[in-house]
């Protein structure tokens, strides 16, 4: 087979291209050899039958988004709408079990018409007016989309309206006949990481090149923005750059083009509503002759601020167990979200005239997982809130705060949870460091296959959540579900995450295999039924758990997978991560990345677990080469992998429905084979007539 320039000694560094032929030719073997083994069976035929009833349910709870103009919107599929519908009501008509909807767009029948595989990303609504809106479709689900004019009160495209061609673009309304927009304005546009370096504002009517430049970043910056605040009596622009994936500076944009900083923290996160501005902090801020902690919730009058007062006001702080999770604005109240071990909390805090009053947020049940959907701060002080558990579905109410709350809608059960029991337990670390994990199953059944998913990235929170998909395919066929909320995480707040950043991630990885161990002490699993999945972030742990930990599972899953740590930052957005990973073009950096890289720690001579990779060649953010090239690596030493690669899918590595149910099945499937002990035709296997003579944990190549 060809291979393409070669780059130090990476044999397969053909296989970043992304339709090479030779690549392609891969694909297609390794997707042939992965269905003829595993989708044969019965039990996959009914497990994608059972997942895909459960993502078309009609039970399912349509969520709702508010715009501001007093309608529910929705973006719903089934399998009559495949691709989707974009849908509107009324409140009164959203209450009823079968409301009226009134369809805006059939991505269907546009993708029909325009004989494009419209894949539905987002839209942005004019406010005030809401009548008009910008509407993204990405091709096969990728980042990159189409931005388009639409009309809401005809229902249609706007002819000559605001359009973009295909790129990751950001755009957001000024004005009826102005918006900000970034995208890829030709050559030297674009920075690093593969995102806007430029910002416009562009006038209705006028071609995008005589759009008006409104900031400029640096070629090594994440990307650049600008945005429009439209709340009325408090009109201001913004515009900044995204220094890294953690810091930014940013600016008021005043009407004569004035830029003027907004002197928070880098690393911290602002927001503004109305005369008020809150800043979030991740690491510790000394102002004013106080330090406040990482993780803390500070509030401050805005033009004050920007005048250079620094009287801030603490609205959360947080403690060795708890961390703030998200806020949000109703029109004259901020609704704090936190989790105590894990555990959500809702309280409305409320300004006055001698200072924040408190008091828990109404209608949230005590033992589910709450989060507010949507509120409509511009207006009133409504909410919605939802609420769910591991075996509890979804229920959505609607709130007033200092008001009444009902109860809009509830998910059907998917699966029956009688014999099902939640428990949580503290897993201790290599190094001390208490790890809660949740157990979702039969307590009195122990010793099981056992699925355990974590992620441990980017402060994103593994909190509780009713999964259909899970309950049916997984617990009700008698299998534990274990969720690990390891080091790297946003549960107990920035330093939460910051203790497994750059060099420091072993940490993370330490902290998930010691749940490994403790199932196994516990006696809820051992290592032979243990199995575990992760995507993305959570597919580098994938890999190091199997190549540094192999002795703990039984099979491995790993879905659209960072996994060449030493190429990440030179493929699609990975420049973008190097803050939370590091620099590999840095000697200091690659000194700790090469030893956890899963790619350059395959080894020979020694037993891996199974294990499934699953990518998309639509995959715009985690370059599908990093799986290809590591099953290519394994099967090179004769390890069991099995390789899909769906031709759709972006990041989801599913563009709709069918193909959600379809890899979800293979999951399941390829789980159930392995570790429930039933006799099986192996994966693919391919040895090296080296690999035999190649002595057990040597690595072979850096």
């Not at 805090?349 to 959907?373: C, K, M, N, Q």
């Amino acid at each position: 087979m060809a291979r393409l320039i070669d780059e130090g000694d990476d044999p397969y560094l053909w296989l970043e291209e992304l339709d090479g032929a030779d690549a392609a030719g891969w694909v297609r073997d390794r997707n042939a050899e992965t269905l003829t083994t595993l989708t044969g069976s019965e039990t996959f035929t009914a497990l994608r039958t059972e997942i895909r009833s459960v993502l078309d349910a009609e039970g399912r709870i349509p969520c709702p988004g508010w715009r501001g103009d007093d309608f529910y919107y929705n973006f719903w599929t089934d399998a009559t709408h495949p691709r989707g519908v974009w849908r509107r009501t009324t409140l009164d008509q959203y209450r009823r079990p079968e409301p009226e909807w009134d369809v805006l767009l059939d991505v269907d029948a546009l993708a029909a018409e325009e004989g494009e595989n419209w894949v539905w990303q987002e839209v942005t609504v004019l406010r005030p007016g809401y009548q008009r809106c910008l509407i993204s479709l990405s091709r096969g689900g990728a980042d990159a989309v189409v931005v388009r004019e639409f009309d809401l009160v005809r229902r249609a495209f706007v002819e000559d309206g605001f359009t973009l061609p295909e790129a990751k673009t950001g755009v957001c309304w000024i004005d009826a006949d102005h918006i900000y927009v970034g995208t890829d304005f030709g050559p030297g546009s674009l920075t690093s990481s593969g995102y806007p370096r430029i910002a416009k504002r562009w006038r209705r009517g006028t071609p995008l090149s005589a759009a008006d430049v409104v900031h400029e970043g640096r070629a090594d910056d994440v990307g650049v923005h600008a945005w429009h605040d439209a709340t009325p009596g408090f009109e201001r622009d913004f515009v900044g750059r995204s220094l890294d994936f953690y810091r930014r500076e940013s600016y008021l944009l005043t009407e004569s083009g004035e830029r003027i900083r907004i002197a928070v923290p880098e690393d911290a996160q602002w927001d503004v509503h109305r005369e008020w501005l809150l800043i979030r902090l991740r690491s510790p801020w000394t102002v004013g002759g106080v330090t406040h902690p990482a993780g803390a919730l500070l509030a401050t009058r805005f033009d004050a601020f920007l005048a250079g007062a620094r009287e801030l006001a603490v609205l959360f702080r947080p403690d060795a167990r708890t961390a703030l999770s998200d806020y949000l604005w109703t029109r004259n109240h901020l609704i704090l979200a936190t989790l105590a071990d894990v555990r959500s909390r809702l309280e409305v805090l409320t300004p006055g005239e001698t200072g924040w009053r408190r008091e828990p947020l109404a209608g949230v049940p005590e033992f589910d997982h709450s989060r507010i959907v949507k509120t409509d701060p511009d207006h009133n002080d409504a909410y919605l809130l939802a609420s769910e558990g591991f075996l509890q579905p979804a229920a959505l109410r609607l709130g007033q705060v200092g008001g009444a709350v009902e109860t809009l809608k509830r998910e059907p059960a998917f699966f029956d949870p009688d014999g099902l029991a939640v428990r949580q337990f503290f897993a201790t670390s290599a190094d001390g460091t208490r790890v809660p994990y949740f157990v979702v199953g039969d307590p009195d059944a122990p010793g099981g296959p056992t699925l355990l998913t974590g992620y441990g990235g980017y402060e994103v929170s593994q909190t509780p959540d009713y999964s259909g998909i899970v309950g049916r395919g997984w617990l009700a066929r008698g299998g534990s579900y274990v969720v690990a909320n390891i080091r790297g995480g946003g549960e107990y707040g920035p330093e939460w995450h910051r203790a497994a950043m750059r060099e420091k991630r072993p940490r993370a990885f330490e902290d998930f295999a010691a749940v490994a161990a403790d199932l196994v002490k516990r006696g809820i699993t051992t290592p032979e039924r243990l199995g575990i999945e992760g995507g993305s972030n959570g597919g580098l742990l994938m890999g190091v758990m199997l190549t540094r930990y192999p002795a703990l599972f039984g099979a491995v899953v790993a879905s659209v997978p960072v996994l060449d740590m030493r190429r990440y930052h030179r493929l699609l957005a990975g420049a973008s991560w190097m803050a939370e990973y590091g620099d590999p073009d840095r000697e200091a950096d690659w000194a700790y990345l090469r030893e956890f890289s899963p790619y350059h720690n395959v080894r020979g001579g020694r037993p891996y677990p199974p294990v499934l990779f699953i990518t998309s060649t639509r995959d715009d953010r985690v370059h599908p080469g990093h799986a290809r090239k590591m099953a290519a690596r394994l099967r090179e030493h004769g390890h069991e992998v099995a390789y899909y690669e769906n031709v759709e899918g972006g990041h989801g590595a599913a563009a709709n429905n069918e193909q959600c149910a379809f890899v979800w099945a293979l999951t399941l499937e390829f789980l159930r084979r392995k570790l429930t002990g039933e006799p099986h035709a192996p994966l693919p296997r391919q040895l090296s007539p080296d690999d035999a003579a190649e002595p057990a944990g040597r690595r072979l190549w850096r």
